[in-house]
């Protein structure tokens, strides 16, 4: 932990883009650790954390999913680019939580209630890894995707729904942040620049590196 980082500033939620808002500092360290240990608990199985192959290119952050697996670029129930196993469901609670974060952040209970995220992709950056802009479009439902963030706080890009450019907003996600872009921005750009290594607070679970979990609605059947 830095002695007077970034995180010792108060942060308040703020609308990055129509649609898109972050909420710092949502998560308290107990849902925190929570989060973590609920990792470790996915990655022992039956599908271990694996690197998504792009263009022949593994990405460099490890991956565990729930509910669907998500492969480039599609879904399905099986992990059919691992080991071909069946993944875990999503729990109620992470269900339950979705629902906390949407109302959070936009303050509509009824879009809230109405939340029901099928699919969680859970994604471990180590100190060097990082994302590409992309978009989230491989799901059928167009529903906000809820995007919470533990231990090392990283450089968060968030552009434009019309390419991968300019103009976009670097913002920093740190431990316990919640981001959730829907509306307008629900097809905007985004990626992960840099990871900023030794900035996990004490007690959020992780020592080193940083843990993000999307929560989706597919909008697939079966
Ligand atoms: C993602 O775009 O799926 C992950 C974003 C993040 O790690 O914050
Ligand atoms: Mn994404």
């Known amino acids: ?18 649609g898109a808002v972050h909420v710092p500092g949502w998560l308290d360290d107990e849902q925190q650790r929570w989060l973590v240990d609920s990792f470790h608990g996915w990655a022992a199985g039956p599908v271990p954390p694996h690197s998504p192959v792009v263009r022949g290119h593994p990405m460099s952050v490890r991956t565990v999913c729930l509910g669907w697996h998500w492969r480039p ?26 629902r906390s974060a949407l109302l ?3 303050g509509d209970a009824g879009a809230a209630q109405d939340y029901t995220p099928d699919t ?8 060097t890894a990082r994302m590409g802009m992309h978009q989230d479009r491989d799901e059928s439902s167009r529903a906000p995707v809820v995007s919470l963030s533990v231990g090392d706080a990283c450089t968060f890009r968030f ?25 307008a ?22 020592d080193r590196g940083r843990l993000n979990l999307t929560l989706r609605v597919t909008g697939l059947e079966g």
Request: some cysteine.
């Open 1 to 18: 932990m830095t002695l007077f980082g970034e995180e010792a500033l108060p942060r308040e939620p703020y609308e990055v883009a129509p």
């Open 73 to 98: 670029y599609a879904y399905s129930r099986d992990a059919v680019d691992v080991n071909g196993e069946r993944v875990l469901a999503v729990p109620d609670w992470m269900v339950r939580m979705g």
């Open 104 to 106: 959070a952040a936009y």
């Open 120 to 127: 969680a992709l859970a994604n471990f950056y180590d100190d």
């Open 159 to 183: 552009g434009n729904t019309e390419h991968r450019n300019r103009p976009w907003t670097d913002l920093r996600l740190a431990s316990g942040d919640l981001f959730v872009f829907g509306g």
């Open 185 to 206: 921005s629900r097809l905007a750009y985004h990626g992960v620049t840099r990871i900023h290594p030794g900035t996990a607070p004490d007690g959020c679970g992780l």
